[in-house]
């Protein structure tokens, strides 16, 4: 089992800068690593996608501000979130993912608050 910690949520103001990360108690290698956000009230959505190989995937509403990327010898992944707006306002969190033998396989992290207003 893999366990993550995510951490750098806080409050900015809108066209402020965040940095989260995401630290894995074990190797990250074999996992395809993303970020997923949920606000209240909605549905949880991906924000971005790396494969193993460094191959990214963003959604649209985020595409051009955020960058995502890992550290494979650090066993962590980051998200660098520029031109933050209210919008972006989420509990955001991490998940690695893989398919074993039986099926695929998720984990999540704790989650950590992003809170873009003024």
């Known amino acids: 089992q893999v366990q993550l910690v995510e951490s750098g949520g806080d409050l900015v103001q809108p066209g402020g800068s965040l940095r989260l990360s995401c630290a894995a108690s074990?190797?990250?290698?074999?996992?395809?690593m993303g970020w997923y956000r949920q606000a209240p009230g909605k549905q949880r959505e991906l924000v971005a996608t790396?494969?193993?190989?460094?191959?990214?995937n963003y959604a649209t509403s985020v595409k051009g501000r955020f960058t995502i990327s890992r550290d494979n010898a650090k066993n962590t992944v980051y998200l660098q979130m520029n031109s933050l707006k209210p919008e972006d306002t989420a509990v955001y969190y991490c998940n690695a993912g893989r398919i074993t033998l039986v099926g695929r396989v998720d984990y999540w992290g704790q989650g950590t608050q992003v809170t873009v207003s003024s």
């Open positions: 074990g190797r990250i290698l074999t996992y395809v």
């Open positions: 790396i494969t193993s190989g460094g191959g990214t």
